[in-house]
């Protein structure tokens, strides 16, 4: 009498590839994650830096454009007791933007404004150069990839406990997703991860063993 096939193999296969699935998702993500970080630190000091130059900039040009106003003597007399009348009103706004004045055309405000126009054209250039963003996507995206072969790989363990497939069955499911598998990963080798990345997807909490249910045949 002749033993009945069994499916252990390809249960085992399948119950490893969804664990390798798991891991290259929270690779991915760890680095797609990573990756946004750099986006931002790059990105936002760019931004303000630029603003700043600007303000610094229009300052600038506002008081190149402004022509040098003379007033006749007559004109100088009759104004002077309006002017003698609003000075104890006008003193505090006058001396605070006077000091905003000097502040914005002094030589040191002008060289800071060199050193983060300067470093503002570096980091742009490290963003231009590494496409962090462009980076982050991929890996989002690969990672959702290996997300959906993990799910595929637990419904059918799930749907293998309900409707018990035949060894030949479980194989061709197991041979689909594996090659679906091997695609990802090499899409995957244009958005490289790092030691520090995997070291993250091992120790997240989704690697633990599929468990069935209590009363469940093994």
Not at 64 to 88: H, M, R
Not at 120 to 130: K, R
């Amino acid at each position: 009498m002749s033993a009945e096939p069994s499916a252990d193999g390809a249960l085992a296969l399948i119950e490893e590839l969804r664990v390798d699935a798991k891991l290259g998702k929270g690779k991915h993500f760890a680095a797609s994650d990573r990756k946004l970080l750099w986006h931002r630190l790059c990105g936002i000091p760019v931004i303000l830096a630029n603003l700043f130059v600007g303000i610094v900039l229009l300052n600038l040009q506002g008081q190149a454009s402004s022509p040098a106003t003379t007033v006749s003597a007559p004109a100088v007399t009759a104004s002077v007791p309006t002017l003698v009348a609003s000075a104890p009103m006008a003193k505090n706004d006058s001396a605070a933007t006077g000091s905003l004045r000097a502040f914005l055309s002094s030589d040191a405000l002008a060289l800071l404004s060199v050193v983060l126009a300067f470093s503002a054209a570096s980091l742009s250039g490290v963003q231009t150069f590494f496409n962090f963003y462009k980076s982050f996507e991929g890996h989002r995206a690969i990672g959702n990839r290996y997300t959906h072969l993990s799910r595929q790989c637990k419904a059918l363990q799930q749907k293998h406990r309900d409707l018990s497939f035949d060894p030949k069955s479980l194989w061709e499911h197991y041979e689909k997703l594996i090659a679906e598998y091997n695609q990802i990963n090499i899409d995957g080798e244009a958005f490289p991860t790092s030691a520090s990345d995997l070291k993250k997807a091992r120790n997240g909490p989704v690697l633990s063993r599929y468990q069935p249910p209590a009363g469940t045949p093994q």
